[in-house]
């Protein structure tokens, strides 16, 4: 039933895309095998993070983005779990027309992560999906989260490239949101940039690098005191000054450079044998989540039905904390000795 | 060493508090014997999850509500997960000054949960900090989230009543937003309801509810179309319809009828039972975090030094893949038989 699968999928095939998705999405029986047939198949695809506040223009962005790929030839996935995102029916439907232009190019294959799941299933999900859109061919992908919450920075930072998308005049609420996701950005686009105060914001984030413990900020930190002023990019050490680069989304301005950047960067990783280092961290933080489902299982089967709840109800009674209860089950049912 | 905490904090040394929430959100080895410790004194106090977009006010919001509570006498522990919050550090200047009235009050502890730590992670040392804040004696423990990541607003949902904060006016990207967090509120604030638009944001949110598969949205759908014209709060089936609050934080309108609301769905869900329930599975998602970190730190003791990093390895080369390798590692070292 799975094999069904893999082949038309291997040769392009998107409705047999599709049905792989929403069997992977759906933690189907069938989604290991299919999941095991398609791996040997990934690992081509450059994928490429990115996350911003709401209001940033990002989802634009991401569109204008894959038309940009779209016109190099390259084919593009998209996976949205940005909740905002047009492309997961969050916005307007004016927006979400404009998408459709995307959604009727046999190159472009969109998925939104619209269900909200359990906490931290959503990144093991959207990795799962993302190694079904690698093993079916596409030359990109792209992932756009709410750089807001902590798993959805977590799940753009995992990409190889990281796209912080920022936009001027957004208040002082968002603007602080950027300590957080500054560490993480390999690209800034600094978005709406005909808008008053796009000069600012380019500035801050320069500044703001400057600041930041990290030795492309320490290159950073000597720009404009003499010959030494660093180029963004790749630098004599093997380390990454993140570019920053203004757009204009919705009239297309900036996005080829942008563009430019992620493929820079995309090389840079690959010169400096990072690509591997970042392939094992996501393999790492994979393996890490399906061994903690894997032995959860595996014990949930041979405590009696319903013990777990009812540890969960004494707990609850305040009769035992849940690390001794847990402690106490372990050493019952034979996990522990 | 860590008994040495727990005497004065059942008593309410709030130096030995700041302690044991370091001790616990380090993850120390004492930690463990700690929160054994401190467990059988937690259950008392009433959890109130706060979350609602950046722009939303909520951090002015949850600063009010806290010197209401106190002005009725009532002790309160604020834990802000929200970057973007004055309490976090994320804000600027002004705010934090602000929030310093409740830091001089020894009837309030503030705690920030500014370290961003790995997925999953944050709502498992939220619940721990959580449960040492309750063993302290707090009668309103407020949890300050961002209603825009899965994490945060699972946080937030685990609350024992949970507000989510509107704003008028905030754009479409965040209005959007809504459809994500409807279903976890028990009571709406729609905040600086002194802007235009302040009515619209109330109606629009009255008109979702209409459209929630819940309930109480089934009730609140009659709404207008006879003498059937449900009152918010607790129904008849003992279901909840939740409240509308209009509320301008910054001059402390309406935060008194906020507070009333909060404290009327804390009685409906003692009334109902429903409190037991919520503490329940509250206490099964605790455990099943507890348990699948002690699995996967039994089986890492029992493995090679190093193993783990090189399946990574081997899959980051694509020479299996993961949900393979991890069956293997489970058979092999006799996790599975």
């Given at each position: 039933?799975t094999?069904?699968l893999?082949?038309p999928?291997?040769?392009g ?11 992977v ?12 047939a398609?791996f ?16 940033t ?8 983005l894959a038309?940009t790929?779209?016109?190099a ?14 492309f ?14 995307l ?5 472009v294959?969109?998925r ?8 931290g ?12 859109l ?11 989260t ?20 920022e936009?001027?005049g957004m ?18 686009a600094?978005n ?11 500035m ?14 320490h ?7 003499g010959p ?15 570019p ?8 297309g301005?900036g ?10 960067h995309?090389e840079?990783?690959?010169a400096t ?5 970042r ?8 393996l ?6 894997a ?8 405590l009696?039905p319903g013990?777990?709840a009812?540890?969960a109800?004494g707990?609850?009674?305040?009769e035992?904390d849940?690390?001794?209860?847990v402690?106490q089950?372990l ?7």
């Amino acid at each position: 039933m799975t094999n069904e699968l893999v082949e038309p999928l291997l040769a392009g095939n998107r409705r047999a895309l599709a049905r792989a998705v929403s069997e992977v999405e759906d933690r189907t029986v069938a989604s290991r095998g299919l999941m095991a047939a398609l791996f040997p198949h990934t690992g081509r695809a450059h994928i490429i993070g990115v996350t911003g506040a709401p209001g940033t223009g990002k989802s634009t962005l991401v569109n204008v983005l894959a038309r940009t790929y779209r016109t190099a030839g390259k084919t593009v996935g998209i996976i949205a779990v940005d909740p905002t995102s047009p492309f997961s029916g969050g916005a307007l439907l004016g927006d979400r027309v404009r998408m459709r232009d995307l959604a009727g190019d046999p190159g472009v294959f969109i998925r939104s992560m619209a269900t909200r799941g359990s906490l931290g299933g959503l990144a093991h999900t959207t990795a799962d999906v993302l190694m079904v859109l690698d093993a079916a061919g596409f030359d990109r992908i792209l992932i756009e989260t709410v750089g807001v919450g902590q798993a959805e920075i977590d799940i753009a930072s995992a990409a190889h490239t990281t796209v912080v998308v920022e936009a001027p005049g957004m208040g002082d609420e968002v603007q602080a949101i950027k300590a957080g996701v500054l560490e993480i950005a390999d690209v800034f686009a600094v978005n709406k940039a005909d808008r008053e105060g796009a000069d600012h914001t380019a500035m801050a984030l320069q500044m703001m690098q400057g600041l930041a413990p990290s030795p492309a900020a320490h290159h950073r930190s000597s720009a404009g005191s003499g010959p030494a002023h660093p180029q963004p990019g790749a630098q004599a050490g093997g380390s990454w000054l993140p570019p920053i680069v203004k757009t204009v989304a919705v009239r297309g301005e900036g996005v080829e450079v942008l563009c430019q950047w992620i493929e820079r960067h995309a090389e840079h990783l690959r010169a400096t044998g990072q690509l591997g280092r970042r392939e094992e961290a996501r393999a790492a933080s994979e393996l890490d989540h399906i061994l903690r489902d894997a032995l959860l299982t595996d014990l949930t089967h041979r405590l009696p039905p319903g013990h777990l709840a009812r540890v969960a109800a004494g707990v609850a009674r305040r009769e035992l904390d849940p690390y001794s209860a847990v402690d106490q089950l372990l050493l019952d049912y034979g996990f522990r000795r």
